[in-house]
């Protein structure tokens, strides 16, 4: 990897999170910043939560120029903010942060660049989203994104499944009426299986397929199902060839890999900071070679 100048000049940028050290947003932070000839780095720091706000402050008072936000402060976050974009505010998380300073005061800008990672990655992959029908399993952060993308591209209905139903019908209740209306909650495999042909997008908003002991060998959806024609959205990353991504390959669908997100959602994040979209041309092969 390229040497850095660093000097006293040199910005700062980073990403809290915990854990944090895993990810490979440095890696496609620091080379869009040496491409673009931007004289800053990006670090990652991993802290539990209690250390959050003081983390928060410290950094605003430290002149971070911007921050990325991953698991498990994208909502905890919120609070600390001053103000939130349209679409942040709505999903009520946020990955990126801002800060803009003036002689008195730094304010805090927070942004949510997941919901664009998701959209641009299935519509750069060539797939329309809308009037498409789409299945989403799991009801965490990933997944409130992808409803959020989903809704704006006006797709058809969205399925959400999820092992703990609590925890779909507490996302559906962050949307009003119009938008619940075309929400609906899968309770079992069953449900799913009787809604599976209507289905033409299956996003995976789940850890299951990661790189862990307990995961990698998983599938978010019964084995038995067949993917043919569907379009398949993993948002796992590492592998980026999950148990889900080589069965929807070998079955004849279309698939959008977790690595497109997440460059996709860096880029957008780069360009909030520095208001430059970087070149993501060679990225992904860089970054395959991060994962197993
Ligand atoms: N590619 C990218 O750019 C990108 C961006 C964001 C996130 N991600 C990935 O998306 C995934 C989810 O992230 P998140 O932020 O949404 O996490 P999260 O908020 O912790 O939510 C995880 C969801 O997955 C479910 N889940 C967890 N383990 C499970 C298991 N063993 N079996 C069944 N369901 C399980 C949880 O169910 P319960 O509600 O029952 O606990 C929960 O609904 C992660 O792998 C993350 O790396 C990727």
Known sequence: MQQLNISSNTGLLGLFGYPSR????????NKFLRDN?????????????????????????????????TMPYKEKICSLLDKKDKIAAAAGSVNTIKFNRNEYFTEAAGFNTDIDGITESIKKAGHEIRDKNCL?????????????????????????????????????????????????????????KKRYDDLDIICNCTPIGMNLKKMIDKMPLPEDINLYEKIVFETVYNPVETKLVKKARREGAMV?????????????SFKIWFG?????????EVLLKYTI
């Open 22 to 29: 895993h990810s490979l947003s440095p890696v496609i932070q």
């Open 37 to 69: 000839k931007i004289d800053a780095v990006y670090l990652t720091f991993e802290f539990p939560e209690e250390e959050l706000e003081t983390a928060f402050e410290g950094a605003k008072s430290l002149g971070l120029l911007g921050l990325n936000i």
């Open 136 to 192: 989403i399993t799991g009801a965490g952060g990933a997944a409130r994104s992808a409803v959020f993308a989903f809704l704006k591209e006006k797709a058809g209905k969205i399925f959400i499944y999820n092992r703990t139903a609590e925890k779909a019908e507490n996302l559906l209740k962050v949307f009003d009426q119009k938008n619940s209306g075309k929400i609906f909650i899968l309770y079992s495999l069953d449900d799913l």
């Open 256 to 268: 959008v890999d977790g690595l497109d997100m997440l460059i996709n959602q860096a880029a957008s």
């Open 276 to 284: 430059v979209m970087p070149e993501t041309g060679n990225l992904k």
